[in-house]
């Protein structure tokens, strides 16, 4: 089974994706997760992409691309994956699409988690306070002024990638202001069906 959960940035796909995770044993793939882990071991990939991180922009399409093909074609993805951040613009999709023809997968489901958006603000705020009281390292990208550009780039470059999966009838959403369990309540009802 092969997923992409979609949604705004602190929506609750990370949480999410590891809970089906447990449960699907399909693997959770967060472009954000391998870019932070580059940056954290300083590779070129790391070097590049540090600083568009950390101002709330995107990382070039052809340098996420090629990751994501990479790390879908390693074994541990056969069972199936869970795409969490990624594609993030319409030229992602349809340069995911080309790869999955490619490698002879397909998506089973695109599922957006529709969150308000004075929710997210609250959420992301959260998420640093308890990174930072757990002795985490607070994600340099989780602070009010970072968000409002990552929100503004969500708008204007992720949200068009709704279109281009609800046209071809690949779209399902799931009211993501619920309760962590009830979230995933419906994502496991719309992986059953
Ligand atoms: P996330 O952890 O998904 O919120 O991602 C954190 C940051 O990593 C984003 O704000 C972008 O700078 C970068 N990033 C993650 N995924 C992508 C992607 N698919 N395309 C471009 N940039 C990405």
């Known amino acids: 089974m ?3 959960l979609l949604g705004p940035p602190g929506c609750g796909k990370g949480t999410q994706a590891k809970r089906l995770e447990e449960r699907f044993g399909t693997v959770q793939l967060s472009t954000g997760d391998m870019l932070r882990a580059a940056v954290k071991a300083g590779t070129d990939l790391g070097k590049q992409a540090e600083a568009i991180m950390n101002e709330g922009k995107l ?4 340098l996420i691309v090629s990751m994501i093909a990479e790390r879908i074609s390693e074994p541990d993805c056969a069972k199936g994956f869970i795409l969490d951040g990624f594609p993030r613009t319409v030229a992602q999709a349809e340069a995911l699409d080309a790869m999955l023809v490619d490698k002879g997968l397909k998506l089973d489901h ?7 958006e004075a929710a997210l603000f ?4 959260k998420r640093a306070a308890e990174s930072a ?11 009010a002024e970072t968000l409002k550009k990552r929100l503004d780039v969500y708008r204007q470059q992720t949200a068009p990638i709704l279109p ?20 995933t309540g419906q994502l496991v009802g719309i992986l059953q069906e």
């Open 2 to 4: 092969n997923i992409i």
């Open 59 to 62: 990382v070039p399409d052809d």
């Open 110 to 116: 695109v599922i957006e988690l529709e969150v308000d």
């Open 122 to 125: 609250a959420r992301i705020e």
């Open 133 to 143: 009281e757990s002795g985490a390292a607070v994600r340099a990208d989780d602070n």
């Open 164 to 183: 281009y999966y609800r046209d071809s009838g690949r779209l399902d959403s799931v009211d993501g202001m619920q309760d962590i369990e009830a979230v």
